[in-house]
């Protein structure tokens, strides 16, 4: 029971410790403009043929979790755009220090999560085996543990994990932004995951720089991300 206790106090003390940040823009030319969409910061970038908005996907950003951005971009032009994720450059710049990020694509959020569904059946395997030795009377902690319900919460953790997983997989297959072609006139968005930063102090701003080029425009966003009051 202490041992139980003392884990709940310490989960408590690291939820405590959590710290939220609010994420902000400033423009970085004329031809950007800050806004608020949905409650949310965001900022419009007007380049020759094409005009980028930006905003968090959270009005709050936890201190050392992946930046998440969704992103919309039009094609003002006559002619076809790319994008392609290649392009796309990040880095996170704190007391004067800059180092890239990585933006994270779609195969490697899939094949994240696909490595996660093979822990979560490794582990559930591992706990259906453990109810089958209790079932056979060979470990001396028989009569500790019911061999049913060590199999039961095996299974249970294997179909929970392969269910996350898909569904993950399939949110992912919605929200996440992919190379496209943006044909003229055709507005394309979803959601830019970015590396989490690393030893960030808690009392510090990040600022990061993100770049998306699109033909012959360049958009150049400059992001704070600031400790919550």
């Not at 939220?20 to 800050?34: I, Y």
């Not at 900022?43 to 992103?71: C, H």
């Not at 994240?112 to 085996?129: F, K, N, S, W």
């Amino acid at each position: 029971m202490r041992r139980v206790m003392s884990a709940v106090l310490a989960a408590a003390m690291l939820a405590g410790c959590v710290t939220t940040d609010r994420v902000s823009f400033r423009p970085t030319t004329a031809s950007q403009m800050p806004i608020y969409r949905d409650g949310r910061s965001a900022i419009v970038s007007t380049g020759s043929l094409t005009r980028v908005v930006i905003s968090p996907k959270l009005r709050e950003q936890t201190r050392g979790q992946r930046p998440i951005f969704v992103v919309a971009i039009q094609n003002g032009g006559s002619a076809p755009v790319n994008f392609t994720l290649a392009t796309v450059n990040a880095e996170l710049n704190v007391g004067g220090a800059p180092r890239p990020l990585q933006v994270i694509s779609y195969e490697q959020l899939v094949q994240e999560e696909r490595t996660a569904q093979v822990a979560g059946l490794i582990l559930g395997a591992v706990m259906v085996g453990a109810g089958a030795a209790v079932a056979s009377g060979r470990p001396t902690y028989r009569n500790a543990v019911p061999a049913g319900s060590l199999a039961g919460a095996g299974t249970a953790t294997m179909i929970a994990s392969a269910d996350r997983g898909e569904e993950a997989i399939a949110r992912f297959e919605e929200t996440v932004m992919k190379d496209h072609t943006v044909l003229p006139g055709e507005w394309f968005g979803g959601q830019m995951h970015l590396e989490a930063p690393r030893d960030v102090p808690r009392e510090q701003v990040a600022n990061y720089r993100l770049v998306i080029r699109l033909g012959p425009d360049t958009h150049t966003f400059d992001i704070a991300q600031t400790p919550a009051p």
